[in-house]
């Protein structure tokens, strides 16, 4: 099973080169490592076309998506935060400056042993304290691997809100498989902490017909790479109904101060109205057992 899903696994160099394009903390330090220590590790996309060097008039999908999860995590204090399908984010580095926070990274496995050797790099060059980082090889859509973040959360996540968080992976996914990924986090929170958090930007993007497409779409030479298409819900009121009959309740999160921000750091003012309905496809779906 895992086989199949790491054609899905180039991806990750794509979104951390645009991260480190748009020179988020430690992005550019990651993808220093892949290009050469870790060169031979990882596959890449073989064609970004013009994606790399396009300048940018508004905010890119994976730059936004990055800034709005983060700004949801922001003031949540004493979390357990276990990051499904974290491809080569640099998220957990930054949120382990937090007080009490524990971070769980996952990913499928080769992926996973090759990001706790980068990660393992950067925080010795910078001295960074990582204690509260773990590493696990997870394929949410394998229900025992549920039963390997509760046992993690059991031994270290004494008293700590555990909250699940992804991006970027649920469109890879079909919709039996995106049942199949809401069932098992229903399993896991009803297991293990009631009061769980599921947040995650992939509900934001629905299937148009007139979609906005940024300068910067390779989504084609994507779908080839993963031998996937792109799978979205027709509307807002199909995805709420899908995680309601799944016995959640979702509350959709706005973005537009962080993106209001990210717009006046990169003057980009000229953009604003562009951007900010463009920001609505990856605001914060934050999601909790009904
Ligand atoms: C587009 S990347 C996004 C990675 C990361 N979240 C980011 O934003 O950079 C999609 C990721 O999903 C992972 N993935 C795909 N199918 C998976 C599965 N069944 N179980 C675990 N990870 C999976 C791939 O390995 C890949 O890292």
């Known amino acids: 099973m895992g086989k199949e899903y790491s054609k899905i696994s180039p991806t990750v160099v794509f979104c951390a080169r645009m991260r480190a394009k748009q020179k988020l903390p430690f992005s550019e330090e990651i993808v220093n490592l892949i290009d050469t220590k870790f060169k031979e590790h990882i596959e890449d996309l073989p064609d970004y ?24 995590l922001m003031n949540i204090d004493n979390a357990f935060i276990v990051e499904i399908a974290s491809g080569l984010s640099p998220r957990s580095l930054e949120f382990l400056n937090k007080k009490d926070i524990t971070y769980v990274e996952t990913e499928l496995k080769g992926l996973i042993d090759l990001k706790e050797k980068i990660l393992t790099e950067i925080i010795h060059q910078k001295k960074l304290d990582a204690k509260n980082l773990f590493f696990l090889h997870i394929n949410p859509l394998e229900k025992r691997d549920m039963d390997k973040i509760r046992k993690i959360y059991a031994e270290k ?32 929170f009803e297991n293990c902490s ?46 709420k109904r899908f995680l309601k009959d799944g016995g959640f309740k979702p509350k959709i999160l706005s973005n ?13 003012q000229f953009n604003k109205e562009f951007i900010l309905e463009s920001s609505k496809q990856y605001r914060i779906w934050k999601i909790e057992l009904s």
């Open 157 to 188: 996540g004494k008293n700590k809100k555990l909250i699940i968080v992804h991006e970027g992976l649920l469109m890879y996914f079909n919709k039996n498989e995106k049942r199949i990924f809401r069932d098992n986090l229903k399993y896991l």
């Open 49 to 72: 076309g013009n994606t790399l060097k396009s300048k940018s008039d508004f905010i890119p999908f994976i730059e936004g998506r990055y800034y709005s999860l983060n700004n949801a």
């Open 256 to 268: 537009k101060k962080v993106i209001e921000k990210l717009i006046k750091s990169k003057s980009l």
């Open 194 to 239: 009631k009061g769980g958090l599921w947040l995650t930007s992939d509900f934001s993007r629905i299937k148009k017909k007139d979609e906005i497409r940024g300068k910067e779409n390779i989504r084609d030479k994507i779908s080839q790479v993963t031998e996937r298409e792109f799978d979205y819900f027709e509307s807002e009121e199909e995805t």
